[in-house]
């Protein structure tokens, strides 16, 4: 294991979605699919990390982890808790929040959606609705009147593709409405939504004199590596990365709408980025082999990868070969929106976080302009259907009592931040 440096301009912080910290809303789509026993082991989020009332207390402790940048969401459902009435209250909490982030020097990255929606809003339909491209566009402007002079930084959407794929194509995440139509159709309004959201936030702070936004997608992106290598598989493999992953950031970053979405670039052609948000966390192998009768194959986890508490294989490299594809193509800064692994133990996320962080002062060698590194999550959190029991913090939360403590990796971490790298000297602390 070698020392390394990534530039002092480089900012390392955690990454958290709202209704996965902070507890106590019930008119979204997510407490009501708790209710529906959905969750995988029983739990809620009703309570989740209680973030809500202790927002001074985790920033205090992202200070004390020399956390520089935070990205947080914003739950829609608190701030337009019915449809056109938004809410003084909401909207000044997270003022208040974003505020004491601000005064503790770290620079906060909002975003808008992360896989929940108000009840008003989901049971019209929610992303599969056209309609919710100028409701978006409505609470975008909302919010960034509200908060953009103290937000330059901005994510429109969550992982559109995870978002519409768990919800219509697998079935396990609400509304569990399977339909390939569905999908496509949900893919064509969360790019209109991002296209309109993303000169929304530009228009509403040029407006107020600002000319530093910076406004992005937080996209999922994975691998699909065929596994003997033939052409049936590189086909299902080039089939999966278009499907999963190339029609939303094309349609997202460019405008333009590929097949089987249509065509052409119904909302202008344009540059609709000023960075690639990159969340990584896996591959996935494709197996055309055998009995399958799909012309796609069956996605597989590499059968001697270590892997972690999910079964999620661990494989650093893929995030220097996504970035790297993506810089070739767009040429744009790169923030890694989301890294990090499920490990109650907290056996490996010390050496997962020094894997990614070394591919990341690669990439950086090689002319890829990296600018920052979320580690998903600051503190364990309810992880959607498998409930509270994926264990994904660099702090560990004890749901008898909600006391954070802080995991050996969570301060391994904190010196990361803190010296801009890794010495010599943490390698033997940490990693001997
Ligand atoms: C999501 C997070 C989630 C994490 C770990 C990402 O897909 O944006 O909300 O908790 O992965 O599964």
Known sequence: MEP???PESFLLGTATASLQIEGGDRNNSWYRWVQTGHVKDGTSCIVADDHWNRVTEDIALMKQLHQQTYRMSLEWSRIEPARGQFDK?????????????????????????????????EDAGAWVNPDIVDLFERYTAYVVENLGDLVSDWCTINEPNVYLAAGYVMGGWPPSNISITKYFRGA?????????SYRKIHQVRASNGYNDTMVGVANHLRLFDPKH?????????GMYERLFQELFVTGMCEGRLLSPLGGGYPLGEGRYFDFLGVNYYTRDIVDCSGKSTSPLGRLEVR??????????????????????????????????TENG????????????????????????????????????????????IEGLSAK???????????????????????????????TEKMIQQYLA
């Not at 894997?355 to 920052?372: A, K, P, W």
Request: proline fraction near 2%; aromatic fraction near 16%.
């Open 4 to 6: 390394f440096a990534l």
């Open 89 to 121: 209250d909401a909207i000044g909490h997270y003022r208040l929040e974003i505020q004491q982030l601000v005064n503790a020097g770290i620079r906060p990255l909002v975003t808008l959606h992360h896989f929940s929606n108000p009840l008003w809003l």
């Open 188 to 196: 064509r309004n969360m790019i209109a939504a991002h296209i309109k």
């Open 229 to 237: 290598g033939n052409g049936r598989e590189r086909w299902a493999a």
């Open 303 to 336: 059968e001697d990868s270590q892997k972690n508490d999910l079964g999620w294989e661990l494989y650093p490299e893929g995030l220097y070969r996504v970035c790297k594809k993506y810089w070739d193509r767009y040429h744009t800064p790169i923030f890694i």
């Open 341 to 384: 692994t499920a490990d109650a133990k907290d056996a490996f996320r010390t050496r997962y976080i020094y894997d990614h962080l070394l591919q990341v002062s690669q990439l950086i060698g090689d002319g890829v302009d990296v600018q920052r590194y979320y580690h998903w999550s600051l503190m364990d959190n309810f992880e959607w």
């Open 392 to 422: 994904f913090g660099i702090v560990a939360v004890d749901y008898a009592t909600l006391e954070r403590t802080v995991r050996t990796s969570g301060w391994f971490y904190a010196d990361v931040a803190k010296h801009h790298g890794v």
